[in-house]
């Protein structure tokens, strides 16, 4: 039977598997990757498929979807809790399993799709919360050494919604390799939250920016934010068909940010996370740049911008499509593009395209996108 990459992906697009291996214990991820390598193969390793844009031609090779589970309690200080988990556990799974033992230090993850494994290769984040902030490690199975390795945190280079694990719209990553299992170092503080580091989140609580809360009360404000935006799967909302947010929130300099309306969103930052691509509009030709260089700015501060604004005063609304179109910008979330029904990779790609587009030719910006690219590129 035909295994469709559309019936394995939160964005419902993706043409057949010529073979799927369901990997369910970690003996079994390691010696099928392992086992693909040797014969000079590329497995496409997929966990639950919620960053994944894959073509509607499909993949031409071996599947390999993480099933393995487990979460191991291991040694720790007083008052942190240290966790070893198998990558194929889901992710809301693991802020679900810590919020009911009171732990804290992913609570503001809640109700992120997708597997642990995935978690560190683009260092998730959200609501003032990143993982780089618990990680320990990562067991690899390494692409190079063939085996098994315990990798640092410190190693990864782990950034803005990045890491060397990641293959940035289609590129390879500069580490390559497998995620096995990760080790997170969590507290156990009498059931209270990390300090609430996000406004909106502190304003939906009702609390100030650096207020402690039970960590039930802060996963349940979490998940309600999401699913106002769409954001928490949801097979009955259609605006949960897509890959979460399309594109990252842009990097600029400290100058640059300074040229736009002031009313633009804006944080600074000090990270060292690549700058986005700004193209000076005077030499803006109607094209971009593929794959996107590294721009060259003047030293000093970082600037985070807010992609959802840049595209919505580029002139694209919530609910926008192309004539003819099934590929859709979500109803909630002018980050997300969603699969309204029966659209296709190339529908998807389109609209991305599109938005790029419009973004870069209003304000010189060119929008990265998120997910991974499996056999299409934008």
């Known amino acids: 039977m035909t295994t469709l990459l559309s019936d394995l992906t939160t964005l419902r697009v993706g043409g057949p598997a010529e073979r799927l291996v369901p990997a369910t214990t970690r003996e079994a991820l390691v010696a099928t990757v392992l086992d693909d390598w040797a014969h000079g193969d590329e497995p496409l390793i997929l966990g639950g498929g919620s960053n994944t844009l894959a073509a509607d031609d499909g993949f031409d090779g071996t599947v390999v ?9 291991l040694d720790a200080e007083p008052g942190r809790v240290r966790l070893r988990v198998e990558a194929g556990e889901s992710w809301d799974g693991l802020v679900a399993f810590a919020v009911e033992n009171g732990w804290s230090g992913i609570e ?40 098994v390795v315990r990798v ?6 782990l950034g803005y919604r990045t890491s060397v694990l990641k293959r940035h719209g289609g590129s390879v990553p500069e580490r390559d390799g497998v ?26 609580l009702g609390v100030d920016v650096g207020a402690r ?22 097979a009955a909302d259609p605006d949960t068909f ?18 736009l309306p002031a009313d633009a969103p804006r944080w600074p930052i000090d990270e060292s996370s690549d700058a986005s691509v700004v193209i000076p509009l005077g030499e803006w030709d109607g094209s971009l740049p593929p794959p996107f260089p590294a721009p060259s700015f003047e030293h000093g501060a970082r600037v985070k911008l807010s992609a959802a604004w840049l595209i919505e005063r580029a002139g694209i609304r919530r609910g926008f499509r192309l004539p003819g179109s099934r590929a859709g910008v979500s109803t909630k979330h002018t980050l997300a593009l969603t699969n309204t029904g029966g659209a296709t990779a190339d529908e998807i790609a389109a609209l991305a395209r599109f938005v790029q587009a419009r973004v870069a030719a209003e304000f010189g910006v060119v929008l990265q996108p998120e997910p991974v690219f499996v056999g299409i590129s934008l």
């Open 242 to 259: 897509s890959a979460g947010s399309f594109f990252t929130n842009p990097i600029v300099s400290e100058s640059f940010a300074r040229s």
């Open 152 to 157: 640092p945190a410190a190693e990864l280079e």
């Open 179 to 204: 995620v096995v299992s990760l080790e997170l170092d969590l507290a156990d503080d009498a059931g209270l939250s990390e300090p609430i580091a996000y406004a909106q989140l502190a304003g939906a």
């Open 213 to 234: 809360l039970p960590i039930a009360d802060v996963r349940r404000t979490v998940l309600g934010l999401r699913s106002s935006k769409g954001m928490v799967l949801d």
């Open 108 to 147: 503001a993850l809640s109700g992120i799709p997708g597997s642990s494994g995935a978690a560190p290769i683009q260092n998730i984040g959200a609501y003032g919360q990143e993982l780089e902030s618990v990680l320990v490690s990562v067991d690899l199975l390494d692409r190079d050494l063939l085996e």
């Open 65 to 73: 979807q993480v099933a393995t589970r487990g979460i191991e309690r």
